[in-house]
């Protein structure tokens, strides 16, 4: 039985940093896709970041260069590294995952779904 429990999110000001991490279970997060979604109060879903099988990270361009995607196959682990938090960044994290080697950013992709996660950041 596949499960994600994400963790990690809280309230910052602005210039902060956060780490999400993505408890995996009922299979191996290395092998796979996995991505992280975002959904802010009165907007769609909308993609983050992805990393799939064979490492392949990709960023919306919204992020790149603040938000870094890792895998701990040890801890069988997704993380979300947010380094210079803007107050655009609040939002409801998502881990998502789907038992392809290969990421799409569209959210039917994904057949599982973390819980979410509250990132807020202040100006």
């Known amino acids: 039985q596949v499960q994600l429990v994400e963790s990690g999110g809280g309230s910052t000001q602005a210039g902060g940093s956060l780490r999400l991490s993505c408890a995996a279970s009922?299979?191996?997060?290395?092998?796979?896709?996995m991505a992280w979604f975002r959904q802010a109060p009165g907007k769609e879903r909308e993609g983050v970041a992805t990393?799939?099988?064979?490492?392949?990270?990709f960023y919306a361009d919204s992020v790149k260069g603040r938000f870094t995607i890792s895998k701990d196959s040890a801890k069988n682990t997704l993380y979300l590294q947010i380094d210079s938090l803007k107050p655009e960044d609040t939002a409801m994290y998502y881990c998502?995952?789907?038992?392809?080697?290969?990421?799409?950013?569209?959210?039917?992709?994904?057949?599982?779904w973390g819980q979410g996660t509250q990132v807020t950041v202040s100006s």
């Open positions: 998502a995952a789907d038992l392809s080697t290969y990421c799409r950013w569209y959210e039917g992709w994904y057949n599982y």
């Open positions: 009922g299979f191996t997060a290395s092998r796979y896709c």
């Open positions: 990393l799939d099988g064979r490492s392949n990270m």
